[in-house]
């Protein structure tokens, strides 16, 4: 941040009070993500005992790295996922604060937050990466927000690491909404709705594939695909959140 901005910030938090981005409460100026004591204690970060290759919880085996059945199965087309949150709590609504309320400034305070608690065991490095893309939302929806919000991670993420980020995927076809569907009908619902473009001379060795969240992984497995069949020898998914 530059020294104007930091100044200016400053002022207005005198002038108009920062408030808790999920309750809305008055909180004192602080660095980091604006939250209360009350909303950060229902901010809950996925557990140590994970699925390896797509970071969902293994339950009932403590210390467990072994893969759960979709990734043995082959279903993630990705080759592997790294998340920060549980999607519930304060991290629900204030996405949905983002999404349905038109905050996306707040956007990269929550990705600097979700990037601080990524841990070395993780093995997390953004800059082994050629480029970072992102899984597109539909024009529709894009329309009615202003902003695709996987695309603003991206570009984030790309501007705080300086990595190339190009909107290398489309969607060749309108699909419901995923969160309307059963987790069947999720995977059906993308099958082949994206495509992939590379520039001639981009180097396929490695993309960072970014999205919001992760649920089921349909999405992300369906654009797995068009990147592979493009070229791309590994795919990693970064999302900001997913559901156990």
Known sequence: MGLLTGVLRGLA???????????????????????????????HFLPKDRCPTCGKTIRNRPGSRTRCWECRSGFRRFDRAISVFVYDGTFRKLWHR?????????????????????GPDEDFNPYLFDVFTWAPTTDRRKAGRGVDL?????????????????????RIRDC?????????????N??????????TGMRTRSVLLIDDILTTGSTASACADALKDRGFQKVVLFTLARGL
């Open 190 to 199: 993308v099958k082949g709705a994206f495509s992939a473009a590379v520039p």
């Open 150 to 170: 996987a695309e603003e991670i991206a570009k984030h993420l790309a501007e705080k690491y300086q990595r190339p980020v190009a909107g290398l995927l489309r």
């Open 98 to 118: 983002v999404k349905f309320s038109n905050r996306p400034e707040w956007i990269a305070a929550i990705v600097d937050a979700a990037l601080e608690h990524i």
């Open 13 to 43: 938090d005198l002038v108009y009070p920062p408030e808790c981005r999920r309750c809305e409460r008055e909180i004192p100026p602080s660095g980091g993500l604006p939250l209360c004591d009350e909303c950060r204690d229902d901010l």
């Open 176 to 188: 419901p909404p995923q969160a309307e569907l059963s987790r069947r009908n999720r995977i059906e």
